[in-house]
Nanobody, 128 residues
């Protein structure tokens, strides 16, 4: 069982920024693809962005230009930098990992069922 630990969530006003972190083992960083998902109350979990094993990153159209995914291999940490936050960005944010190359697919990277390993989530609340 791979352990993923998210942190960095909190409350922020609309227009503000937050940076989420996902700490994982070196094995996960070296061999797994990783994605960020979020889930708002009453809604299904949606893919926010991914970091493939070859370094390719993807973000959902809803956050393009505002969210950036990056990795720090020395710290075994995946980041999600979120800027210009809006009320619609409120939700629980999850880090997920997969041994398969799902992050290389333009469609599968955002499918929650393709990821067997999940963190506990971190809450992001954006207020007006």
């Amino acid at each position: 069982q791979e352990h993923l630990v998210e942190s960095g969530g909190g409350s922020v006003q609309a227009g503000g920024s937050l940076r989420l972190s996902c700490a994982a083992s070196k094995v996960v960083f070296d061999y797994y693809c990783m994605s960020w998902f979020r889930q708002a109350p009453g809604k299904s979990r949606e893919g926010v962005g991914s970091f493939a094993r070859d370094g390719t990153t993807r973000v959902a159209d809803s956050v393009k230009g505002r969210f950036i995914i990056s990795k720090d291999n020395a710290k075994n940490t995946l980041y999600l930098e979120m800027n210009s936050l809006s009320l619609d960005d409120t939700g629980t944010y999850y880090c997920a990992a997969s041994t398969g190359d799902v992050c290389a697919s333009s469609t599968r990277w955002r499918v929650a069922g393709a990821f067997p390993y999940w963190g506990q989530g971190t809450q992001v609340t954006v207020s007006s």
